[in-house]
């Protein structure tokens, strides 16, 4: 047994060696193949092996981008909101860490501003320019720019068919900059009077009023100087200027928005100084208390309404980012014309030889969508972000925060605070925290109605001075649907639908605006009233205006 378990495995050796031969062609051959197709399968696995690799790399480089990017504006965004919590804090607050002698706490209280919190200047982008970092934003610009070349194409090509000639006369743009050699003097005059009369008014009463017994009187006989200024010289000149001479839309938009920009920060100036001098009086120091005129003028030009007299500043200018915004405030322009030209002058043409009725305002407010919302954007862009972001880089002016996401607002309190921070600063400190201060913070909500009407009333003055007749609609839509919107869709408001809702109302907005002030612009023009009396001055002219009274034509 032993023997034969012995030899049994020496015999299937010795078989093995050499029965197996038949098969080891077979098999050595798709070894053979094994061998020489490995290499080729290698270099293939390898290969993308290293391509995937190159692809995962390159995604955690721009996920590692993006987060950075969101990292950081997370931390500035909690920076600046430290920053303007940290001004915030009163002497209670200062008085349960460091205990204060009764001296140092009325020393305190007469130093500090008397609404406590005051606006803090940080060096900061505009939103815009970070998000056109992103190619997913630029193309947004770049549909816009795409848009544009449509626009300007479409017209070339009704032209030419019309005319048989290219058509490149801009006659709306002429019409509209018209006489603009007069809104240049009549805007150095308010500029130099703005110069001068507030800075000469300040300078005599801090000089005077800490020597004075009079000081009540002083003060009293500064202020209605300072007012007799500005409303014969910044309020009276501009508006008879541009009545007198019936200057066209565009260059009496420049003149009465340089008014309202000129009273707001002659006002802002004013505010700032008069308590420091006050303050430093009743601390018996000698320290100079008016701001050098170098510091008045550089406000002037600075885009803010918020004095102070050291913004953080830039190191250096880059003028090809100037030049950049200063272009696309004129795209911006040309832009405007031919959304007028193509969308908004036929249509209210012939609405305007129709019957004022139900049908034809639904009509006409829904075609108004498209247009008002261009409008609206490129109001947006040329303005609060090219035209100031250009004034800021030259003056080296470090915060840039001109605006906030108001897109993503939820509520129209959000957008109110977020669409324009430069005008909601001057009403938030001089209007609603004023208000607040003198009536001892007793009517929050009358405090925000007092806001409310000096927006609407202001805004309503531009208009009705810009178009030379009166039709409060914009007036309507703050005081009504927009205090109702500020209540009712307040900040508790959250989630997309709440987005959707503010944009419809936004849009809807926009081509109630459009279409009514189109209308009565037109109305104006062809039906006109020879010796209109006060009341046809009151009552909208497109209410009446009717086919069979037209009696003028005007190409605009």
């Not at 051959?29 to 790399?57: D, F, M, Y």
């Not at 209605?224 to 541009?242: A, E, H, K």
């Not at 609405?351 to 139900?358: A, N």
Request: hydrophobic share 45%; charged share 15%.
């Amino acid at each position: 047994m032993v023997n034969e378990g012995a030899g049994a495995p020496r015999n299937r050796r010795g078989s093995h060696k050499v029965a197996p031969s038949s098969d080891q062609d077979g098999t050595g051959a798709e070894r053979a193949a094994g061998e020489l197709s490995c290499p080729s399968n290698g270099t293939v696995e390898v290969e993308h092996i290293i391509s995937a690799k190159l692809q995962l790399k390159k995604k955690a480089e721009h996920l590692k981008a993006s987060l950075m990017k969101q990292f950081d504006t997370q931390v500035n965004e909690f920076m600046d909101s430290l920053i303007e919590e940290s001004a915030s804090l009163g002497s209670s607050h200062v008085s349960t860490v460091f205990p204060l002698s009764d001296k140092e706490k009325s020393k305190l209280r007469h130093t500090r501003p008397s609404q406590g919190q005051t606006k803090q200047f940080v060096i900061r982008r505009s939103l815009l320019d970070d998000l056109f970092e992103v190619n997913h934003i630029r193309t947004i610009y770049h549909m816009f720019i795409a848009l544009l070349i449509l626009f300007i194409f479409s017209t070339l090509v009704v032209d030419f068919i019309d005319e048989g000639r290219l058509v490149l006369e801009f006659d709306l743009l002429v019409y509209a900059f018209g006489q603009f050699p007069l809104v240049v003097v009549t805007w150095m005059c308010m500029f130099l009077s703005t110069l001068v009369v507030p800075y000469v008014l300040l300078s005599v009463w801090a000089s005077v009023y800490p020597t004075s017994n009079l000081r009540a009187l002083w003060t009293v006989l500064a202020g209605f100087l300072l007012l007799v200024y500005q409303g014969l010289c910044l309020g009276f000149l501009p508006t008879y200027v541009v009545l007198k001479n019936g200057l066209p839309p565009a260059s009496c938009f420049i003149l009465i928005l340089e008014q309202v920009r000129l009273i707001m920060k002659a006002h802002s100036f004013i505010r700032e100084n008069v308590p420091r001098v006050q303050s430093l009086e009743r601390n018996k120091t000698n320290s100079s208390t008016v701001p050098q005129f170098t510091q008045y003028i550089y406000f002037l030009f600075a885009p803010t309404l918020i004095y102070r007299d050291n913004y953080p500043r830039n190191p250096c200018i880059r003028w090809g980012y100037v030049a950049t915004k200063f272009a696309q405030v004129i795209g911006c322009l040309f832009y405007a014309y031919y959304i007028f030209v193509r969308l908004c002058i036929p249509q209210f043409r012939s609405i305007s030889m129709q019957l004022f009725d139900l049908r034809a305002m639904v009509l006409c407010v829904f075609n108004s969508i498209l247009p008002g919302v261009l409008v609206l954007f490129l109001a947006f862009f040329a303005f609060l972000h090219c035209w100031l972001n250009a004034f800021a880089e030259m003056l080296r002016f470090g915060d840039r925060m001109f605006y906030k996401d108001w897109w993503n607002s939820t509520s129209f309190a959000n957008y109110y605070r977020t669409w324009n921070v430069v005008v909601h600063d001057w009403l938030y400190y001089y209007v609603y925290r004023d208000f607040l201060w003198m009536t001892q913070k007793r009517f929050r909500a009358a405090a925000m109605f007092v806001v409310f009407t000096v927006s609407a009333v202001v805004h309503e003055y531009v208009l009705a001075i810009c178009f030379g007749f009166f039709y409060p609609v914009m007036f309507c839509l703050f005081m009504c649907f927009g205090m109702v919107f500020n209540f009712v869709l307040n900040d508790q408001r959250k989630g997309p639908i709440w987005n959707v809702i503010m944009w419809t109302a936004l849009f809807l907005g926009q081509g109630v605006l459009i279409c009514l002030y189109s209308q009565e612009w037109y109305a104006q023009r062809f039906c006109p009233i020879q010796e209109p009396s006060f009341i046809d001055l009151l009552k909208p002219r497109s209410w009446t205006c009717s086919p069979q009274t037209n009696t003028a034509v005007d190409a605009h």
